[in-house]
């Protein structure tokens, strides 16, 4: 148990946020190889529905998701700031933690809930069906692109008009993409925060050692 006493918990908060990085990498990979290869195809195989998408991109993009992506990226932004320039050299082992015990809960508590929030996140990794999805583009595609879809609209009086459920269903689907976008823009900036503030406590904590060391 000696080696738990001398451990330092600032490093191995680095080592944390990397194992997490990585593990959750290796976990999603092949829901991005996926996703990349849809992008990859779009052009080519689905060239009217990608016009389609572009129309009604607006409806994807609304300042909801620019306000949850920018507050994403300014809590990793002021994580990296700090955990490189702040204090770099710092050092602070579990051993002299319990010297500080008002700072222990603090530290014991956001460590816990970090931790929790991390491996929570990592077990919520949903599948892409990419066969289930091309089929559904490809259908869009040829009810675009076909000549059977006004036929249709003629026959029914224009009560059922294919591209225009088509287009309907874009809009649709960008609307449920924002929310997803938006849903998961927000848990990470949850756990952004809640690993800033571990962070911060243990560099606050030992910044406390130092003064009254110094002092």
């Not at 997803?180 to 904590?205: C, D, E, K, P, V």
Request: proline share 4%.
């Amino acid at each position: 148990m000696n080696w738990l006493l001398h451990l330092d918990l600032i490093r191995f908060f680095e080592f944390h946020l990397a194992a997490v990085f990585i593990v959750s990498v290796a976990l999603r990979v092949r829901q991005y190889l996926a996703v990349v290869s849809l992008v990859r195809s779009a052009p080519q195989r689905w060239p009217r529905l990608l016009s389609k998408i572009k129309r009604n991109f607006s409806v994807f993009l609304t300042p909801n998701t620019l306000l949850s992506g920018l507050l994403a990226g300014g809590l990793l932004l002021g994580h990296t700031l700090a955990c490189r320039l702040l204090w770099p050299q710092a050092e602070l082992r579990i051993e002299t933690l319990g010297t500080v015990w008002p700072a222990l809960p603090v530290v014991i508590a956001l460590g816990l809930a970090m931790t929790g929030f991390d491996v929570f996140t990592l077990t919520q990794v949903g599948t892409i069906d990419r066969k289930q999805i091309e089929g559904y583009l490809d259908q869009a595609e040829w009810w675009l692109r076909s000549w059977a879809a006004p036929l249709v609209s003629i026959a029914t009086l224009g009560l059922v008009n294919p591209r225009k459920i088509v287009d309907d269903e874009v809009k649709k689907g960008l609307e449920a993409l924002n929310t997803l976008l938006h849903s998961t823009l927000w848990w990470t900036s949850i756990q952004t925060g809640l690993r800033i503030a571990y962070g911060l406590s243990l560099w606050l904590t030992y910044a406390w050692l130092v003064h009254f060391s110094t002092g």
